[in-house]
C-alpha cells in the first residue's frame, strides 16, 4: 500500500492500462508534451510515443468522434476534455453517435471521456461546471464519478476495459487535496456498485464526488449530537445502484440527497422519484435534496461558497430531518 | 486507368441493383407498407457504386444516407435491407432503425447517424486507428452538398489534414440540401474549395459517371494506404427525387431536371459499355433481369420475415450491461 493523490492514482490508472493494452490510447487538447491542463498525462507521452498520446486540434466534437471511429475498429480511446464545460461542444457526437451505436446496430463503442469537473476552483461559469446532469437522461451511456483515490483508479480502469462509452467524472477540487493508501497490485472498481463510505443508522446521505468528503464532515459533527449518518457514495451515476439507494433508505428510513450540481432535473430528482416509486413506506419524512441553486456557477469567491453545498447546509437538513 | 471487363460489368451491376431496390422500397412507401420514411440515392447512383466498388475488403466506409450501392458493395443483402425498410427482425439492425440507418462492422460499414458528416470524424478516428496499428487500411467517408456546413465536416477535415490520416473524404454533391439549394449553402462555387482551407487536396469529378468516380477514389485510396493522407473528392451529381419520397420537390426548376436527366448514371454507363463494345445489350439485359430476380425475392424474403417482440425494445443497450 502507497499514499497516493486523486490526481496520480488517475495517471496510475492510465500508465498501467496502456501499459498492459496496446489498444488503449490517449487523446485530446495539450495531452502530449505538456502533459495536459492538469499534469494528467505528464510523461506519458515519452514513455508511449505521440500517436499513443495523442495532441488534437482544439475541436472537441471532432476529437471526440475520431475517438468513437478509433473504438469501432478495436481501439480503447481514453478523451481528455480539458475542462468537462467543454463537453458540450462533443454533445451530438456522445450523444447521437457514441451512446446509440450498440443499440441501434450493435456495436460496442468501448470509448472513456475524461471529464474534469466541479466547482470551488474559482474558475467561474465555464471552468467549473457539473456535467452529469447533461448526460443523465442519454439511454446508452455510463457516468462514474470517483470520490476518493483508490476508486479513481479503479473505476478508470473499468471504464477503460468496459465495451461501452463512459463518462469519467473527475473532480477537479479533489486532484491533489485527497489521498488514499491504495494497493500495488491490479485492481478494478466494478462500475454500477455504490459503496457505503460510513456506516450509520439514523439517516442516510445519498451523494458522489466530492460532496462524499463534504457529507463525511458534516456525519462527523453530527455524531458528537449522536446521530449516525449512513453516506452512500454512489461511484456510479449511470445506471444507478438501485439496490444499494433502496436498502439504505430501508434501514435508516430517512433521506437527504446530496449533490453538487444544480438542483432541478437533477440526479437528486431522479433519486428522490425512485425512492418514492421503489419504498415509499419506509420514509419516515420528507426527502430532502441539497443541491446547487439553479443558476451559471459564479466566480466570486463569497458567491461561489453560496452556491456550493456547504457542510451547515447538510447539517440543518439533517437536523430537520430528525424531528420526524 | 485501366479496368478490368468484369469490374466494368459489376459497376454496372450494383448501379441497376441500388436502382431497382430503391424504386421498389419507393413503391412500397407508397402502398403504405412502409411506416417511416425512405430516401433514395436516385440519379446520384453513381457516387455511392463509384466509391464503394473502389474499397478494398480490409477498409472501412463511414456512409451517409444516399449510399445504398456502399452498402450492396460492402456485402449487406438487398434481403436484408428490404426487411430493414419493413421493421422486421431479419433486418440489417433487427428493426432497431429503420431505412438508410444501417451499419454492420462485419462488412466494414460503420452506421449513419442522421446528423450530417458526424462520419466525418468518426471515420477520422477508424483511420487514425490505422495508423497507429501500421496497418494498410483506409477509410471512406461520405456526406452531401449541405453536410459541409456543419462544424463536424470542419473539425473532421481539418484532424485527418493535419495528421496525414488515411482517409478519403466524399462528397455526393446533389445541389440540394433537402429544399436548400446550394447557393444559399456556400458562398463559393465548388464544394472542393472547401479542402484547400485545410491543406488537402481535392478534385472534382462528374458524379453521373460511375467509371470516373471509381478511379478517382481507387487513386485517392491509393495515396493514402501509402501514407500520402486525404483526399476530398467532390461528386458532382443531381438529385433526382425529392429529399425523401414525401417531398415532391416542387421547389427544383423542372428545365434542371429535364438537363440532369439526360445524364443519367445508368444510361451513361449502358452507352460506355455498348458504345466501347464492351458489352453487348443482351448481356446488360440479362444483368438486369438477374437484379429485377434479387429485389423479387428480397422483397419475398421481407415480407415472410417475422416482426421483432416487443420486449425487443429493452435489449442492447449496453454491450457490457453494468454490474456483470
Not at chain 2, 162 to 183: D, E, G
Not at chain 2, 208 to 234: H, S
Amino acid at each position: 500500500m502507497k499514499e497516493t493523490t486523486y490526481l496520480e492514482a488517475i495517471k496510475e490508472a492510465l500508465d498501467e492500462e496502456m501499459a498492459r493494452d496496446p489498444d488503449v490510447f490517449i487523446l485530446g487538447e495539450d495531452v502530449g508534451v505538456y502533459g495536459g491542463a492538469f499534469r494528467v498525462t505528464e510523461g506519458l507521452s515519452e514513455k508511449y510515443g505521440e500517436w499513443r498520446v495523442f495532441d488534437t486540434p482544439l475541436s472537441e466534437s471532432g476529437f471526440t468522434g475520431a475517438a468513437i471511429g478509433a473504438a469501432l475498429v478495436g481501439m480503447r480511446p481514453v478523451v481528455e476534455m480539458q475542462f468537462a464545460d467543454f463537453i458540450s461542444c462533443a454533445f451530438d457526437q456522445l450523444v447521437n453517435v457514441a451512446a446509440k451505436n450498440h443499440y441501434r446496430w450493435g456495436a460496442a463503442t468501448p470509448l472513456v471521456v475524461r471529464a474534469p469537473y466541479g466547482g470551488n476552483v474559482h474558475g467561474g461559469a465555464f471552468h467549473s461546471q457539473c456535467i452529469e446532469g447533461f448526460f443523465f437522461n442519454v439511454p446508452g451511456l455510463k457516468i462514474v464519478a470517483p470520490s476518493t483515490a483508490y476508486d479513481a483508479k479503479g473505476l478508470l480502469k473499468a471504464a477503460i476495459r468496459d465495451n461501452d462509452p463512459v463518462i469519467y467524472c473527475e473532480h477537479k477540487y479533489l486532484y491533489r487535496r485527497i489521498k488514499d493508501h491504495i494497493p500495488e497490485e491490479d485492481y478494478a472498481v466494478p462500475i454500477g456498485k455504490a459503496r457505503i463510505a460510513v456506516e450509520g443508522n439514523d439517516v442516510s446521505i445519498i451523494t458522489y464526488g466530492a460532496m462524499v468528503h463534504t457529507a463525511i464532515e458534516a456525519a462527523q459533527t453530527l455524531k458528537e449530537s449522536g446521530v449516525s449518518c449512513e453516506i452512500i457514495d454512489l461511484r456510479t451515476i449511470l445506471p444507478l445502484d438501485r439496490e444499494s439507494i433502496l436498502t439504505t433508505v430501508k434501514k435508516t428510513n430517512k433521506v437527504v440527497v446530496l449533490h453538487e450540481q444544480t438542483k432541478t432535473g437533477g440526479v437528486g430528482a431522479e433519486i428522490s422519484a425512485l425512492i418514492s416509486e421503489s419504498c415509499f413506506d419506509y420514509l419516515d419524512g420528507p426527502i430532502i435534496r441539497i443541491a446547487a441553486p439553479d443558476t451559471p456557477v459564479p466566480y466570486s469567491a463569497q458567491m461561489e461558497e453560496a452556491f456550493i453545498p456547504q457542510i451547515k447546509d447538510l447539517i440543518t437538513a439533517v437536523e430537520k430531518l430528525m424531528r420526524y | 486507368m485501366d479496368i478490368k471487363r468484369e469490374d466494368l460489368l459489376q459497376l454496372y451491376y450494383y448501379l441497376k441493383l441500388t436502382r431497382r431496390l430503391e424504386d421498389r422500397a419507393t413503391s412500397l412507401y407508397h402502398q403504405g407498407k412502409i411506416l417511416g420514411g425512405v430516401w433514395t440515392s436516385n440519379g446520384t447512383e453513381a457516387v455511392s457504386v463509384g466509391y464503394g466498388y473502389a474499397l478494398e475488403k480490409n477498409d472501412i466506409v463511414a456512409p451517409y444516407f444516399r449510399d445504398m450501392g456502399v452498402f450492396l458493395i460492402r456485402g449487406i443483402t438487398a434481403k436484408r435491407i428490404m426487411a430493414q425498410y419493413l421493421g422486421k427482425k431479419t433486418g440489417v439492425t433487427g428493426g432497431k432503425e429503420g431505412n438508410v440507418h444501417v451499419g454492420d462492422l462485419h462488412f466494414g460499414v460503420f452506421g449513419f447517424p442522421s446528423h450530417l458528416t458526424d462520419n466525418y470524424p468518426v471515420g477520422a478516428g477508424a483511420a487514425l486507428a490505422f495508423k497507429i496499428r501500421g496497418e494498410k487500411r483506409v477509410v471512406a467517408a461520405c456526406t452531401g452538398d449541405g453536410g459541409t456546413s456543419r462544424g463536424d465536416f470542419h473539425e473532421g477535415m481539418n484532424i485527418a489534414a493535419v495528421r496525414k490520416l488515411p482517409i478519403v473524404f466524399i462528397c455526393n454533391n446533389n445541389q440540394y440540401a433537402y429544399s436548400t439549394p446550394l447557393k444559399l449553402q456556400m458562398a463559393i462555387k465548388n464544394v472542393a474549395e472547401r479542402a484547400l482551407a485545410y491543406g488537402m487536396p481535392s478534385k472534382i469529378v462528374d458524379g453521373n459517371n460511375v467509371v470516373e468516380v471509381y478511379a478517382a477514389a481507387k487513386e485517392a485510396y491509393e495515396v493514402a494506404r501509402n501514407g500520402g493522407g486525404p483526399t476530398f473528392i467532390e461528386c458532382k451529381t443531381m438529385r433526382m427525387h425529392g429529399h425523401s419520397e414525401h417531398d415532391s420537390a416542387k421547389y427544383v426548376p423542372r428545365e434542371l431536371l429535364e438537363e440532369w436527366k439526360k445524364k443519367d448514371p445508368i444510361l451513361y454507363m449502358e452507352t460506355y459499355l455498348v458504345g466501347n463494345q464492351i458489352a453487348e445489350k443482351e448481356e446488360l439485359d440479362s444483368i438486369d433481369l438477374r437484379v429485377k430476380k434479387e429485389i423479387e425475392e428480397a422483397e419475398a424474403f421481407a415480407e415472410e420475415s417475422p416482426y421483432p417482440e416487443p420486449e425487443d425494445v429493452l435489449k442492447g443497450l449496453y454491450a457490457t450491461p453494468a454490474g456483470e
